[in-house]
């Protein structure tokens, strides 16, 4: 269908102040659908709290109103501008919460106003716990099994479910004292009983226990047509238990063969079809490590922080496409803006694979608790792009700016074995440099997946980076012998003269190849040959190991791409 | 071990062996789908192909007892950028090196693979070998002496010797021969006959899954024969090749239009496009991959479909009631054909999935309707 031509003025809010969860991806969604909003010929009114934002810049949209974002001054906005729509999906939940209030509080209907994409019927169902249940319940997708038990009696039902193990958790204790993991009907009752007794409603939750599953993320559109289709998927490198900001997620999933693959993402697209999403949306899944078993966990009926990702991991634009959606749309009407020449409506294949670690703030909260779990902490994240994870993770640890060039920081060398397994088994923001050191100490690689259950898979690579600094640091001697002999008289041919040197000279070359591929840099190999950071760099380009650069181009190469966007590596054909 | 590659227009790639030593020679295609290398290394369509994947971390998940397409490894040769060396999933049994050099298959791994796409793109796909013993010059030169792709009738190589069963609720086939050993199966409500130009097993699983058993003829079987069995409904498989080569198979279809209800997949597809005037041309580069979007002209419902065809119907000559019924968005080209009053339908993308999208599946209960309104 064209789009609608009654839709002249939208509304736009955005997303007010940065809080954790919420933060500059906000911003780059709502200005990218301010954008795709006025290519259309739409005025764009927005408004929004927070000054400090591109959105708020006077070029994004028409009219832009810097006022709080509560009902009241929202109404002024809209009785002042009087738009013909409103789009409530781009503003994370602030501006979700805002349509909300403004639907509930007959304003919306008073001043003849539509609100455009997803209905809110759809997010409400998808936010409320139970209605999402029920739902999901309809459409057949399995939700994880839970019971809410006040009486010692009620709990006969979990107990005989079959379904172990358990996790209890009493209601309303501080920090979750009293609850505990259950493996038959006795711990059940005894955890049970302990929980009720310390519960001040006396209350607990019995829930199938997911932790050591894996977490899976689909982002989905669909569009007015029920066209619905797969941006991106995600897999999270911490398993289940590890709230999906504070994770290092990898796109695309790693582990998952192509009929787990199809089968998530088939339930993801139901998902979003029985929601009746006009626009994106991000499915959360939990899928056991040792079956087909897979139980949907969450739901995001709106642009998320998840949705800034994979868009930049994989070119495809979700909030300019969501924006489309809204005036009308379908999304075979969209244009690809990256090939410009095929349509929005395709699966983004990617060629590279894309690594996002969380940045928290504990360099600045120095005595907050470093634990991570089910609530978030981080306040931001990086992303790298890269031929191989090795890489890609290697250039995210550097993009996090906290001082830490490689896999080995500071405090974890000073850990006892006891706390070195703690800090492996207890998510936290240093596992990934204790899982190193791990390594470095030689325990093995079972050992380590029991204690953190992350998949062998992501286990594997970060032994492989460690094998690769044993050796760099072996050969840190011939490396500085190397550098010195070459850089010594720069008229000296790299090749080398006699067949001892030229043994060497082949072997360091090809090792240094090597690291640089897997994302070493060169300060870090610099301080494994004892020499200066600029001698490696100099030593590796007279031996031609520079870094080239590819496309993010949304197809794999299939199409030509008209902008595009790069990222270096060190493989071989240069864009 | 060292490996090249090496295209019939002398670029080179130098990277490691995979899987058996020795040399390769076919047509380089790649795909872009990033799951499902088990089921591309199986799919009859690709032989003759040497097959690159797009994406560069291959093996991940390793080998697994259920997820073959064929009996056998189809493809002539692998490349990829990256090959797991342990794979790391629940139903792995094998690495992706054991499984290929177990079955002699000639792999080169560490090669630039978005480079090779990209020349593959731009000159359109061509002869390569890849070989673990001889120099680049000794290589191209050997590739100079071996005949082309086009011009050999490839299904008569993939296809079966003998007719085969495939019941619901069986995980393997069964030889026609030993029919009456096997119970007929209370859940048969359907009888398929299926002309095997390289057919993928999940075609016969889906089948089965709706209540159909399915008899496998070889490619060169008589239109008289299938009616002499009189199943419910004819299939045409998917397979590789060249589609002009097949007119023994156009033949044959043309035979049986009006007795039968007929369902093509892919190069079936192009197969009754012949049957019904239309003639095929080769694409440049083909389409390969889990992510091509067609549309349906008459819901204009767009669908996300899996793709692995390197010729396609031009829809010009089409005559006696058959129309285009599904193009692709990308490139236009026609992705499906319908007839106006016969219960025929063709599809040139794998509603069987394995690998990509299950989105397409409804064509399967299709043609069980259309079955079942040919009974009454």
Known sequence: MPRDTTIQKVLLIGSGPIVIGQAAEFDYAG?????????????????????????????????????????????????????????????????????????????????????????????????DREAF????????????????????????EPAGAGIWPLIVRPAYTLGGTGGGVAHNPDELYEIA?????????????????????????????????????????????????????????????????????????????????????????????ALDPHSFAYYVIEVNPRVSRSSALASKATGYPIARVSAKIATGLHLD????????KTLACFEPALDYCVVKIPRWPFDKFVLADRRISTQMKATGEVMAIDRSFEAALMKAIRSLEVGVYGLSNKTVPQMSDIQLEEAIRVPNDERLWAIAEGFRRGMMLEEIHALSNIDPWFLRKLQHLVSLETRLKLNGKAIARM????????????????????????????????????????????????????????????????????????????????????????????? | ?????????????????????????????????????????????????????????????GINADDFESCRVQVEGFIVREAADVPSNWRALQSLHQFLKERQVVGIKGVDTRALTRRLRVRGVMMGTISTEETPEQALARLRTLPGYEGIDFARRVT?????????????????????????????????????????YNILRNLAALGCETTVYPCTVSAAEILRDNPDGVMLSPGPGDPSQLGYVVDTVRRLVGHKPIMGVCLGNQIVGYAFGARTYKLKFGHRGSNHPVKDLETGRVYITSQNHGYAVDPDGLRDGMEVAHINLNDGTV??????????????????????????RYFFSKFVQNMERARR
């Not at chain 1, 709230?243 to 695309?252: F, L, M, Q």
């Not at chain 1, 299939?558 to 790069?566: G, K, L, M, R, S």
């Not at chain 2, 499902?36 to 994947?53: F, N």
């Open chain 1, 31 to 127: 200005a990218q659908a301010c954008r795709a909003l006025r290519e259309e010929g739409i005025s764009v009114v927005l408004i929004n709290s927070n000054p400090a934002t591109i959105m708020t810049d006077t070029e994004m949209a028409d009219r832009v109103y810097i006022e709080p974002l509560n009902v009241e001054f929202a109404e002024r906005v809209i009785a002042r501008e009087r738009p013909d729509g409103l789009l409530p999906t781009l503003g994370g939940q602030t501006g979700l919460n805002l349509a909300t209030q403004l639907s509930d509080a007959g304003i919306l209907e008073k001043y003849n106003v539509r609100l455009l994409g997803t209905p809110l019927s759809a997010i409400r169902q998808a936010e």
């Open chain 1, 483 to 575: 550098a010195a002999r070459l850089l010594q008289d720069t008229r000296e041919s790299a090749t080398p003269a006699t067949e001892n040197t030229g043994t060497e000279h082949h072997l360091i070359a090809r090792l240094l190849r090597e690291a640089k591929q897997a994302g070493f840099s060169d300060r870090t190999i610099a301080e494994f040959a004892e020499v200066p950071e600029l001698q490696i760099r100099a030593l590796r380009k007279r031996l031609e190991i520079v870094p080239i650069y590819k496309m993010v181009d949304t197809c794999a190469a299939e199409f030509e791409a008209a902008t595009p966007y790069y990222y270096s590596c060190y493989d071989r054909e240069d864009e």
């Open chain 2, 160 to 200: 079966t010797e003998a007719p085969y069963r495939w019941v619901p609720g069986a995980r393997a086939p069964i030889p026609v021969g030993e029919q009456e050993d096997v119970p007929r199966s209370p859940d048969v409500r359907f009888r398929v006959a299926l002309i095997d130009c390289g057919v993928k």
């Open chain 1, 193 to 285: 009983r302990k929980g009720l007794a310390l519960s001040m409603r006396h209350q607990v939750m019995v829930e199938r226990y997911l932790v050591g599953w894996k977490e899976i993320e689909y982002e989905v559109m669909r569009d007015a047509n029920d066209t619905a289709i797969t941006v991106c998927n995600m897999e999270n490198l911490d398993p289940m238990g590890v709230h999906t900001g504070d994770s290092i997620v990898v796109a695309p999933s790693q582990t998952l063969s192509d009929k787990e693959y199809q089968m998530l993402r088939t339930a993801s697209l139901k998902i979003i079809r029985a929601l009746g999403i006009e626009g994106g949306c991000n499915v959360q899944l």
């Open chain 1, 333 to 340: 009407e969209i244009e690809n803006a990256v090939t410009r």
């Open chain 2, 335 to 360: 992705e499906g054909l319908q007839h106006r009053e016969l219960p025929i339908f063709t599809i040139q993308y794998h509603p069987e999935a394995s690998p990509g999208p299950t989105d397409s």
């Open chain 1, 133 to 156: 249940r029920e739902l999901m319940r309809q459409i057949g997708e399995p939700v994880p099994e839970s019971w809410i038990v006040t009486e010692e009696w009620q709990l006969e």
């Open chain 2, 1 to 61: 071990m060292r490996a090249i590659l090496v295209l019939e227009d002398g670029t080179v790639f130098e990277g490691e062996s995979l899987g058996a030593p020795g040399h390769a020679c076919g047509e380089v295609v790649f795909n872009t789908g990033m799951t499902g290398y088990q089921e591309i290394l199986t799919d009859p369509s690709y032989a003759g192909q040497i097959v690159t994947l797009t994406y560069p971390l291959v093996g991940n998940y």
